[in-house]
């Protein structure tokens, strides 16, 4: 087994200190100098400055000094330069550094394809919250509807999942299903039946702005709040207001 694979595979299990260790053996290994840096950056949090010595990790390298730097968009550009390579090795540690990234830029597409590339799905139950997040806000409602079906099993104590299915299953119009999964959303019970109480919101919507001055809703309050929103097609608002009466309940 070669000297960059050793490294990697320990890298890959977080063993950093075996990678420090590998390095010193070998210094004059452009790899090797290149993932004892970004080890370092890992586990020490170093913020040295560094130039790669050009092996495959060069853009990965680049990105982590952009984000350094400030630069997020930036360090997202050759993030997904490196990502892009298909000689490019990757493991969870790399995969998670990319994935925030493309939160702190609110880069939903990037998120998505950086997902993608896990063909194996091997870390897919770690990092299905920013799947979900990233569909919703993309507003491909369907696809949040299906990978809701797949995830289940590890969503079903997960009450901002069940959220943004319900919400989506209503932007579709399956107003009867939007109501069923918003019922069995962990910690909230007895949702209103979207069509008996439609009429009854056009109230509450005049009245979003005294509910939104106050500080101390009860969960019925945020409740009501989160389906005055609904109504009135506001639905990132709506998304939060349910979000914070299922925590009430907590």
Not at 8 to 31: C, D, K
Not at 56 to 78: C, P, R, T, V
Not at 123 to 130: A, F, L, P, T, V
Request: proline content about 2%; hydrophobic content about 35%; glycine content about 4%.
């Amino acid at each position: 087994m070669s000297l960059e694979k050793n490294a990697w595979e320990a890298f890959e299990a977080g063993a950093y200190q075996e990678v420090f260790s590998i390095y010193s053996r070998n210094p004059e290994n452009a790899f090797l100098s290149d993932l004892n840096w970004i080890s370092e950056r890992l586990y020490l949090d170093n913020s040295e400055h560094y130039i790669s010595r050009g092996s495959l990790l060069k853009d990965l390298i680049q990105s982590f000094q952009s984000k350094m730097n400030g630069k997020e968009k930036e360090a997202l550009k050759y993030f997904l330069l490196y990502i892009k390579n298909p000689d490019s090795p990757l493991c969870y540690s790399v995969y998670e550094f990319g994935i925030n990234l493309s939160f702190a830029t609110e880069s939903y597409e990037a998120c998505l394809y950086i997902i993608s590339r896990d063909q194996k799905r091997e870390y897919e139950q770690s990092y299905y919250r920013e799947k979900m997040k990233s569909l919703f806000a993309l507003g491909k409602y369907s696809e949040v509807v299906q990978f809701f079906k797949q995830i289940y099993e590890w969503a079903k104590d997960d009450s901002e999942i069940f959220l943004r299915t319900g919400l989506s299953l209503q932007l579709l119009g399956r107003y009867k299903e939007a109501e069923a999964i918003l019922n069995r959303s962990p910690g909230v019970s007895a949702l209103p039946s979207f069509e008996e109480r439609h009429r009854e919101f056009a109230e509450k919507i005049e009245k979003i702005s005294s509910f939104e001055k106050r500080t101390d809703l009860s969960f019925d309050e945020m409740r009501d709040l989160g389906f005055a929103y609904l109504f009135n097609s506001d639905f990132t608002k709506a998304e939060e207001a349910f979000k914070k009466a299922s925590l009430a309940l907590k």
